[in-house]
């Protein structure tokens, strides 16, 4: 089995696991699904009052599905390991996706006592693979945020520095991983919410194209950006588990009906003979130089392995975190105009009338990001300003989506620094929201494209703290993103 | 289908900054109440923003189709993407299916009778 460095900076009960590691000690007795549970758990309790990772714990059904897990490992059941996959691993949810037996804040006070009536996709696809999810993970609220700053319950801390950002939104998930709180985690990414915590968190994000994972279930963000992806350890990992996720779903008009490869089996091939594309755009002003050495220097081994390196061009590039954040926050609005307080979630309290009760609590229940991100939305959806802004956007969307289409004739895939710098620190960026903004430049043209993505940890800053590199791919081709995540994982 | 070219007016009317009393009639479309200390803040980020967005007037985009569908895109034709295009519709057949169990969702109701949610009264202005 894979063996894993502890580089957290926080102690931890045990040592780190991958999920065939976590499943073999179960199918072999060494240890039992519950004492692993508890195990995970006890580490939740000693680490994450400094971290800060999770909203809720959801013991009562982690444990029903341990003690299940045990009895069909005594009777046999589990000897092949293509029979539950992940039985018995511990893994946790963002809180933006809903699971039974637990509450859906998506990080905002508007649904602090919401408790769902069904499962997201997703989890219950995990679930029926075997996994004991173990609660729900912070976030920024409704996913808006690059530093988990913008939690209504607290931000999360980097386990790698606790003085910094952990990134965003899915800040929690990534976190949980690198402290060895969970053995793998699922997060969302609608503009690099996914890949950018896993390069601040030195641990791996994959972004898998979209439809390929359902979003039933997920709380809705932008409905044409918004993915489900894991956070895992090792690419292995996140193969294993992408072969869980993928698949069409009835429940989702969006969910792709491409075949589902064995991610599993083919994430180790050798890369010899890959074109890898190198864009001029990712790596122009503003890229801090010891990234920009951590990922030239992957380019390098990737060479060393075989690959052929070109250079391509994404010439619209520039135009990207403008693009998105139109599209983004115009969909947000729409998708967010349902937490009214009719049917769930807050509503204030004393409201004379129907519009008193909207309005006061959407302005109790949101908190600033969100607010401004829906004013943004519905500005550019407004008569008058529609044409100039929203179709504007939609029409740079094509023009990004085909400067991708256009590299991926020439190359197999693009390897990119993933986050313009290192974690920054806890308060750093919090007013200057387009400041903000800005940093999201290299992820946010993959949600734009539909493409897929991966960030794997590439190397550390003189600081110490963790670098990703990021590496895109064509749509539903996730199999050769793994499988160049994996030469770059075998080089650190 | 191509978009209208912008006028000199269009582009420039994107430029300019967003006054205080259009913020808040955005807002009460969206439902939103802001406070006198969160107006100024507001304004100033929603600017700064929009002046960021500009930029987008640089690019012409008289022939582009605007992206509307992703799912077309994926299935090959980045041309496709505007009008009808089957490949993003997925449409299941009109039968009656079980949903979810209705004591269960309306046990998240902030106030019911059972059936219905209770909302305070609507009055006409």
């Given amino acids: ?492 | 289908m191509p978009s209208t070219p912008q006028t000199p007016e269009q582009v420039h009317r994107v430029a300019e900054p967003v006054p205080l009393e259009q913020v808040l009639r955005v807002a009460e479309l969206a439902q939103l109440e802001l406070r006198e200390d969160e107006q100024q803040e507001m304004l100033r980020d929603l600017n700064a923003i929009l002046g960021h967005v500009a930029q987008l007037n640089e690019l012409d985009t008289r022939d582009v189709p605007p992206m509307t569908q992703v799912n077309a895109v994926m299935h090959g034709d980045a041309e496709a993407s505007d009008g009808a295009v089957d490949a993003g519709n997925v449409l299941r057949d009109d039968s009656v299916r079980p949903s979810l169990d209705r004591a269960k969702v309306m046990a998240m109701a902030p106030e019911t009778d059972g059936t219905y949610f209770k909302v305070p009264k609507v009055i006409e202005r």
């Fill in chain 1, 1 to 492: 089995m894979a063996e894993l460095k502890s580089t957290s900076s926080v102690a931890s009960q045990h040592e780190p696991r991958t999920i065939r590691s976590a499943r073999h000690a179960i199918v072999s007795g060494e240890t039992s699904a519950v004492a692993l549970a508890d195990s995970y758990y006890d580490t939740i309790a000693a680490e994450d009052p400094k971290i800060h990772a999770w909203l809720s714990l959801s013991r009562e059904r982690a444990t029903a599905q341990a003690y299940r897990i045990d009895e069909l490992a005594q009777s046999g059941d589990l000897a092949n390991e293509e029979a539950l996959p992940l039985a018995g691993v511990p893994i946790g949810i963002k809180d933006v996706l809903v699971m039974q037996g637990a509450p859906a804040t998506a990080g905002s006070k508007i649904l602090e006592n919401y408790r769902p009536p069904y499962d997201a996709t997703a989890v219950a696809k995990l679930a029926a693979a075997g996994a004991v999810l173990l609660g729900k993970l912070n976030c920024d609220e409704f996913a808006m945020g690059s530093s988990n700053e913008n939690s209504a319950y607290g931000p999360v801390h980097n386990p790698r520095s606790l003085d910094r950002v952990p990134g965003g939104s899915s800040g929690g998930s990534a976190a949980a991983v690198a402290a060895n709180m969970a053995v793998a985690t699922l997060g969302t990414d609608t503009g690099g919410s996914i890949r950018q915590p896993a390069s601040f968190c030195g641990v791996v994000g994959l972004l898998p194209t979209y439809g390929r994972v359902s979003r039933y279930g997920l709380i809705a963000f932008a409905s044409s950006l918004d993915r489900v992806g894991p956070f895992t350890h090792t690419v292995e990992d996140a193969a294993i588990l992408l072969r869980v996720l993928a698949g069409p779903d009835p429940m989702d008009a969006t969910s792709a009906h491409q075949p589902v490869p064995n991610y599993s089996a083919a994430f180790n091939t050798p890369v010899k003979g890959l074109r890898i594309g190198i864009p001029d755009e990712y790596f122009a002003e503003g890229l801090d130089e010891e990234v920009r050495a951590a990922v030239e220097k992957t380019a390098d081994a990737l060479r060393a392995a075989g690959c052929t390196l070109h250079k391509v061009s994404l010439p619209h590039t520039r135009y990207a975190v403008a693009t998105y954040y139109v599209l983004a926050t115009a969909e947000a609005s729409s998708n967010l105009a349902r937490f009214d307080g009719v049917r769930y979630g807050l509503r204030a309290e004393d409201a004379s009338t129907l519009s008193i009760m909207y309005r006061r609590t959407r302005d109790q229940g949101f908190g600033k990001e969100v607010k401004r991100r829906i004013l943004l939305g519905t500005y550019v959806l407004s008569a008058g300003y529609y044409d100039a802004y929203y179709r504007k956007a939609q029409q740079v969307r094509t023009l990004l989506t085909r400067d991708f289409l256009e590299a991926f004739t020439h190359v197999d895939a693009i390897l990119t620094p993933t986050a313009p710098t290192p974690a920054f620190r806890l308060g750093e960026k919090t007013d200057n929201p387009l400041e903000m903004y800005l940093a999201d430049i290299y992820t946010v043209t993959a949600n734009l494209a539909g493409i897929c993505g991966i960030s794997v940890p590439c190397g550390n800053s003189s600081a110490g703290l963790p670098i990703g590199a990021q590496i895109l791919g064509k749509h539903f081709d996730e199999a050769t993103v793994l499988r160049v995540a994996h030469a770059v994982e075998q080089v650190q």
